[in-house]
């Protein structure tokens, strides 16, 4: 026992802050025949004390340019003793497909965290490499701790009298935000939608957390320009302006008009007055909750169960199929719900989670069901805890017969249509598929999933098996995001589900993964219920 005063040796988990980290790449290879390359980066973090590698995040998609500045961050753990390996992979979008592995690979570099926070400026640029006989340019990090800062920051803008850039018609306007550096550069932190064929443009509102705009520093200048956008990526300068925090939350009671100035205009130009005018509509400020926030508001969780039962799986009773389960070891489906149910039912007060299968055969009469009960009961379809729902699994593996097809939508649909009698943000629903990756009714299913993107309820998606699960990713979650200029489709706020695969992360990152996009998307959907 140590002396009295003595320090005992730390047994916790070592102190850290939250590091934003920001991605620009310069003179990228051109892999486009027609056009210049689309690039994305892919983060990619060393599991400490082994040799593997884990894929982190994703930034998003940008057409045309070999000098991309991406506005979507990494923000991740520091820990000032741990070194903390990162990858950067750096790929050619070209496939629909969410396997980076089917894009063309432009580079990667390695750094270690603790390097890019102990760089000048916490600014480090590293060559991009893995090309052989090419030169493949460059990556840029910036580092920034962030503040606690917990606001989120909602405002709408126009303006007027833009110049015109379009030679057959008027501008594409569009807005970039940068947050100011003590060095005095410019980090990007949001981009607007670009408003087609006008000079007075009316952007929709965005919500932006106000660290990522100032990072709690109200009086940081944050410059805005505005630019006319092109096809090919060369998009044209019409002007810019700046502000503050402190400055922009003053629209709360007034409007605030700022002049887009040229510089180089104003040098050329004695007459030169502006190149246009932005109006800030509305800014409003709130605070942002987390998912322990909600819970212990009294937020209650609503699990659903839904087990594919197609004979795609392969007959129960042979140890080829997902259903099979040997005397020492469960059966694919069972280990996938316990690594998820286990977690979940912690926050679902009642215990009782209701537990469908589809695609099977049920007694009497051998119709083909998509939704029936695993308990067999129509009126009360709820298992006791996970224990429960294994229980009810493995009896209607005796009960029914497996067939198909592997439709969705039914279920989602169930699920949808409960979530919708309580919007208010006290009930929160989740819907766990777990499936062998075979779908049938895929458009059915994403009607069902844009409907259910508006209520309360998130689906997780896991599948087992060695099937491809790309059919799965309604869309993708980075190479079919809406891109700069394209005006065709209004992404919601939030995005309701999640795929994983079991048994293709080690040890508990299905289901960790899995959960934290339920915590991120069950906080947007709340956070949205509490504004309406």
């Known amino acids: 026992m140590a002396a009295p005063g003595a320090l005992e040796p730390a047994t916790g988990s070592v102190p850290g802050t939250k590091v934003e980290l920001t991605v620009s790449c310069r003179n990228l290879l051109d892999m486009d025949t027609f056009s210049k390359s689309d690039p994305v980066v892919v983060l990619f973090v060393q599991v400490s004390g082994s040799s593997e590698w884990k894929e982190f995040g994703r930034t998003e998609v940008i057409d045309n340019t070999l000098n991309p500045d991406f506005v979507r961050k990494f923000v991740l753990d520091y820990y000032f003793e741990e070194k903390q390996n990162l990858r950067f992979d750096v790929y050619n979008v070209d496939s629909k497909s969410c396997s980076a592995l089917k894009q063309d690979f432009l580079g990667q570099a390695f750094v270690a965290l603790g390097e890019v926070i102990g760089s000048q400026r916490g600014r480090l640029e590293r060559p991009l490499t893995g090309v052989p006989g090419k030169r493949c340019g460059t990556i840029l990090l910036l580092a920034e701790e962030l503040s606690n800062c917990r606001d989120i920051v909602t405002m709408q803008l126009c303006a007027n009298k833009l110049d015109k850039k379009d030679f057959f018609g008027k501008s594409d306007p569009f807005l970039v935000f940068y947050r100011s550096n003590e060095d005095g550069t410019f980090t990007i932190c949001h981009k607007t939608e670009v408003v087609k064929n006008t000079l007075n443009p009316v952007w929709q509102p965005f919500t932006i957390p106000v660290r990522a705009l100032c990072n709690g520093d109200y009086d940081r200048t944050v410059k805005i320009d505005v630019y006319d956008w092109d096809r090919d990526g060369s998009h044209d300068f019409i002007g810019e302006f700046a502000t503050s925090y402190r400055e922009l939350s003053r629209a709360q009671s007034q409007f605030t008009v700022y002049e887009v100035l040229n510089p180089?205009?104003?040098?050329?130009?004695?007459?030169?007055?502006?190149?246009?005018?932005?109006?800030?509509?509305?800014?409003?400020?709130?605070?942002?909750?987390?998912?322990?926030?909600?819970?212990?508001?009294?937020?209650?969780?609503?699990?659903?169960?839904?087990?594919?039962?197609?004979?795609?799986?392969?007959?129960?009773?042979?140890?080829?199929?997902?259903?099979?389960?040997s005397p020492y070891q469960l059966s694919a489906y069972a280990l996938a719900l316990k690594a998820v149910g286990e977690i979940i039912?912690?926050?679902?007060?009642?215990?009782?989670?209701?537990?469908?299968?589809?695609?099977?055969?049920?007694?009497?009469?051998?119709?083909?069901?998509?939704?029936?009960?695993?308990?067999?009961?129509?009126?009360?379809?709820?298992?006791?805890?996970?224990?429960?729902?294994?229980?009810?699994?493995?009896?209607?593996?005796?009960?029914?017969?497996?067939?198909?097809?592997?439709?969705?939508?039914?279920?989602?649909?169930?699920?949808?249509?409960?979530?919708?009698?309580?919007?208010?943000?006290?009930?929160?629903?989740?819907?766990?598929?777990?499936?062998?990756?075979?779908?049938?009714?895929?458009?059915?299913?994403?009607?069902?999933?844009?409907?259910?993107?508006?209520?309360?309820?998130?689906?997780?998606i896991v599948g087992v098996g060695p099937a491809e699960?790309?059919?799965?990713?309604?869309?993708?979650?980075?190479?079919?995001?809406?891109?700069?200029?394209?005006?065709?489709?209004?992404?919601?706020?939030w995005r309701s589900w999640t795929v994983m695969r079991y048994g293709c992360l080690p040890g508990d990152d299905m289901p960790r993964g899995t959960l934290y996009s339920l915590c991120h998307f069950g906080i947007m959907w709340t956070t949205q219920a509490t504004r309406c």
């Open 264 to 325: 180089r205009k104003k040098c050329k130009k004695k007459k030169y007055v502006n190149s246009g005018t932005v109006t800030l509509l509305s800014f409003s400020v709130e605070s942002e909750f987390t998912f322990v926030d909600y819970i212990r508001g009294g937020t209650q969780l609503n699990f659903t169960v839904a087990i594919d039962f197609t004979a795609s799986n392969g007959l129960p009773s042979q140890p080829t199929s997902l259903h099979y389960a």
């Open 345 to 460: 039912q912690d926050y679902d007060s009642d215990k009782l989670f209701p537990a469908y299968g589809f695609g099977a055969k049920v007694p009497p009469d051998g119709k083909i069901s998509h939704q029936f009960p695993l308990n067999n009961n129509m009126e009360n379809p709820s298992c006791v805890g996970i224990e429960g729902v294994l229980e009810s699994y493995l009896q209607s593996l005796r009960t029914v017969q497996l067939y198909g097809p592997t439709n969705f939508a039914p279920v989602i649909n169930q699920v949808a249509g409960t979530a919708a009698q309580v919007t208010d943000g006290s009930q929160y629903h989740v819907l766990l598929i777990i499936t062998d990756g075979v779908i049938s009714d895929m458009l059915q299913t994403k009607e069902a999933i844009v409907t259910a993107s508006s209520l309360p309820m998130s689906i997780i």
């Open 469 to 493: 699960f790309e059919g799965l990713v309604f869309p993708s979650p980075v190479f079919t995001l809406p891109r700069l200029g394209d005006t065709s489709c209004h992404p919601q706020p």
